[in-house]
């Protein structure tokens, strides 16, 4: 650890490197290390670390460091944290350097004269990417080169310029710890304590943080920053035992064209995280938890009436759990590949662990408990439409039965181990399916939502809670008293099933069969979950023929 130091001369207070163009080519590598509070007290050159010149071939290895609060006199083409200068000559200039910044944390740095920026790092020439500059899986806050703001590249690891903002989640008890242990470990919830990549660690066969701690290199990954291990959660807020409901898919789990919210009165008990139900959609508040209520998400003005809100008020009103935390993870117009886990071609999969790690984050700082029983899966749309990405890029979704009940159990799978995994609870939640609506249905086959029914009636911890057909629509979606319906269905089931112990399946066909006296006459026994069986007079106008066709 490097902290305190402060020069009044040339600048450089942790490492000041002048002149180096001897015969012999400079490596340096500094690696699990935490520069804290350095700096220069001059206007004119560098301040925690300041390089004069480098010879060609030199190099320079930063490797999970946490460079933060270091400062310069000058303004921000003065580097409070790094300063690579130039004078001019090509074979003396720093861009001779190859500068190679891996899992490293360098933010809020800063320059006396523009103490509103941050000044973290300041090439005086054209630092070019993948030539004498490279970033990797690091949190930088702001770089000028050449006295303009550096871009990243398109396929960027990294994330750059966000000023003075702490992006990385380091602790704000910086002091306090730098007192205890000489270094700043990451918030409990920060994002990145699985951002960095554990091969730049193990090209110098470093697998311990600056403390000594062992990395975790699970998946190859481990913490951005010189400390693997997070600090401990401050406790804030009301602790709570928490029932975690999620609903995931595409636009009848979001509740897409709804227009009005019947849902805007809070049920006591109901929560829901951030400003809104949808963990997307423009909820930028991830670390609160508020009372539900139904209202327009953030940056689609129709996405309203959320059907996981009539299911949770439901199961509330019926006095099942002290507080439900209701959360939508879901995006319209999405085949099953997209949201799948394993899909090369899209990350939607990831608002689904953004769930997770928000709610329990959210839970641990307010010392409250989570459990999750439960998953709603409404999709199955575009999967018959054939709109969308297959898994893989160039290729097309899927319209067979089989291949999408395979990835719906694959789907299910991987969202209750990762679930298991991250609340760290036994029981797998029960996945409760719909079975897709009759506007997009088509073929003779019914083959997704057959795939939906067979799944439910192959599989134990899959309930399917019938199709949304007799719900009021507008055309494809329903309308927000069909989404609030659908959801009050939802609660009926998972009543049903989670509270009562019981089985569920939606009305469907068990037998077909020929009449031996009238070959014209078809026998078709339905299992009933409640006799008797009664067609709709009521808001439909009779018809002669009902139900099915046959080819």
């Known amino acids: 650890m490097i902290t ?42 560098g301040g925690a670390f300041f390089f004069d010149s480098a010879r060609t071939g030199s190099t320079l290895d930063l490797v999970n460091c946490t460079i933060t609060g270091n400062f310069t006199g000058g303004n921000a083409g003065h580097g409070a944290a790094f ?45 070019v990417n993948g030539e004498d500059l490279f970033i990797n899986n690091s949190c930088i806050g702001f770089i000028l080169n050449n006295n303009g703001t550096y871009v990243p590249d ?23 710890f730098i007192t205890v242990q000489n270094s700043i470990p990451l918030d409990f919830d920060s994002d990145v304590l699985e951002y960095g990549n554990a091969q730049y660690l193990k090209n110098f066969d470093v697998n311990t943080d600056q403390l000594g701690n062992a990395r975790n290199f699970l998946n190859n990954k481990c913490a951005v920053g010189a400390v693997e291990v997070a600090a401990d959660p401050v406790f804030e807020g009301v602790s709570r035992n928490y029932t975690h409901l999620i609903m995931y898919g595409q636009s009848l789990s979001t509740g897409h064209e709804s227009h009005v919210t019947l849902s805007a009165t809070n049920v006591p008990g109901n929560y829901m995280i951030g400003s809104q139900i949808w ?53 319209s117009g999405k085949p099953i590949e997209d949201l799948s886990k394993e899909s090369q071609v899209s990350t939607l999969y ?34 018959y439409q054939g709109y969308g990405n297959g898994l893989t890029a160039g290729s097309t979704p899927t319209f067979d039965k089989n291949q999408y009940k395979s990835l719906l159990i694959t789907l299910k799978n991987n969202m209750q181990s990762d679930l298991k995994a991250i609340y760290g609870q036994a029981e797998a939640p029960t996945f409760f399916t719909y079975q897709v609506g009759v506007q997009y249905s088509k073929g003779r086959e019914l083959t997704i939502g057959m795939a939906q029914l067979e799944a439910s009636n192959e599989y134990s ?49 068990v037998e077909l069969s020929r009449d031996n006296a009238n070959q014209k006459k078809v026998i078709i026994k339905f299992f009933v979950p409640k006799m008797p069986l009664v067609l709709d007079e009521k808001t439909l106008a009779k018809v002669t023929d009902y139900g099915f066709e046959l080819y």
Request: proline share 4%; hydrophobic share 35%.
């Open 350 to 383: 990831n608002d689904y662990l953004n769930t997770l790690k928000s709610a329990y984050n959210m839970a641990r700082r307010s010392n409250s408990t989570i459990t999750c029983p439960a998953l709603f899966w409404l999709q199955g749309e575009w999967n």
């Open 279 to 331: 963990i997307n959609y423009g909820n930028s508040d991830l670390k609160t938890v508020n009372p539900l209520v139904g209202k327009p998400s953030k940056n689609v003005a129709d996405i309203i009436e959320c059907p996981l809100l009539g299911a949770a008020n439901h199961i509330q009103l019926k006095g099942l759990h002290e507080s439900i935390l209701a959360t939508s993870a879901g995006t």
């Open 4 to 45: 305190g130091n402060t020069s009044i001369s040339r600048g450089g207070a942790a490492l000041a490197m002048y002149n180096t163009t001897a015969e012999n080519n400079i490596h340096l590598a500094i690696i699990n290390t935490t520069v804290y509070k350095n700096g220069t007290d001059s206007q004119s050159n």
């Open 83 to 127: 300063r690579f200068f130039s004078n001019g000559s090509d074979d003396t200039s720093c861009k001779n350097l190859i500068k190679r910044i891996s899992n490293t944390i360098i933010e809020s740095n800063i320059a006396a004269q523009h103490p509103n920026q941050g000044s973290d790092i300041s090439n005086r020439f054209l630092a």
């Open 154 to 176: 398109a396929q960027s690891t990294n994330k750059i310029g966000y000023q003075l903002q702490g992006l990385s989640g380091l602790s704000v008890k910086k002091d306090s």
């Open 461 to 509: 911890d899959i309930v399917c809670a019938g199709p949304v057909y007799p719900m009021t629509d507008v055309g494809g979606h329903l309308d927000a008293n069909g989404y609030r319906w659908y959801g009050e269905m939802l609660g009926k089931v998972y009543y049903k099933t989670k509270i009562l112990g019981e089985n569920f399946k939606p009305l469907q066909p």
